[in-house]
């Protein structure tokens, strides 16, 4: 069943810590073996075993923080560098892209190209004729783009989805870990989005616990599986160490269906969780074309 993941942070992996995402995990791991950086050696995350995942679509971050002062976090001292850096994963993504294997897509009819492309069982290893991986742009914490008049450059470039701020405090709103909703910038922000036509993400999710009880309270509360899909953050700065201990690589999120099932989930539901309900959401929120 194909996955839709709602988080990876595939360009920091590349960019920050300077992994070919194109190799298997498990060789990244062995390029990293005497390490000490928490992480490392231990990724979970590579083209092959998304393959193997059948994570046909993921919303892929290009993002840069800035350490504002008393925000306690760590980050760029200004804008204009989270700017620099944040394009760079965008350009990442691109140039991938440009080379094949992977999709940037950023409208409906991309989207729907692509899950036809994905509609037949995939074969890992098949070759050439594999579908490409497909990326949504997103970013989480909005300071690095430095103004809302910078919002439409950002579009042109691809980037989709923004959450308006990280941990700490952004430069337009307060985020995890703060109290306090949005600053003064992000108003004028939040319009120029609208505009264009961006998706604003609210989440800020930051627990751990294994996915499958997340979903199962989500659609306990909500009363529904309409409303729960996964966004794994594998590898968003750490690896297996900080990971549910039946997940070695990201090819285990095909273990969630069935531990769905055992939990008397329909087929239906279980395909919203995987992948029906960020789709839904995509239809609705891209542009047509
Ligand atoms: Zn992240």
Request: glycine residues 12%; charged residues 20%; negative net charge.
């Amino acid at each position: 069943m194909i996955v839709v993941d709602g988080h990876l942070d595939l360009a920091m992996c590349a960019l920050d810590w300077n992994r070919d995402l194109r190799l298997s995990a498990l060789e990244t791991r062995r390029q990293e073996a005497g390490m000490a950086q928490k992480g490392r050696g231990t990724g979970t995350v590579g083209f092959p075993e998304m393959r193997a995942g059948q994570v046909a679509l993921s919303f892929a971050t290009a993002f840069a923080r800035v350490a504002w002062p008393g925000s306690g976090v760590s980050g760029y001292r200004t804008q204009e560098i989270a700017y620099g850096h944040a394009m760079g994963h965008l350009a990442y993504y691109r140039q991938l892209a440009a080379n094949g294997g992977v999709r940037l897509v950023a409208s409906r009819a991309d989207l729907d190209r692509h899950l036809a492309e994905w509609s037949e069982p995939i074969r890992p290893g098949a070759g050439p004729e594999e579908p490409p991986l497909g990326f949504v742009v997103s970013m989480e914490g909005a300071d690095a783009i430095v103004s809302p008049e910078q919002v439409p450059e950002w579009w042109a470039n691809g980037l989709r989805i923004v959450s308006l701020c990280h941990y700490g405090f952004s430069a337009y709103a307060h985020g995890t870990g703060m109290p306090g909703g949005l600053l003064p910038r992000g108003r004028p922000l939040l319009r120029a989005m609208e505009e264009v036509g961006m998706i604003l993400d609210v989440s800020h999710l930051a627990e751990q616990a294994f996915y499958v009880d997340q979903i199962d309270h989500v659609c306990q509360v909500a009363g529904d599986a309409r409303h729960a899909a996964i966004g794994s953050d594998l590898d968003g700065g750490y690896g297996t160490e900080q990971c549910p201990h039946d997940l070695d690589t990201i090819a285990d999120l095909q273990k969630v269906p069935d531990l769905l099932q055992r939990r008397g989930y329909a087929e239906d539901d279980i395909r919203l969780v995987m992948h029906g309900n960020w789709v839904r959401l995509l239809r609705e929120a891209l542009p047509a074309s």
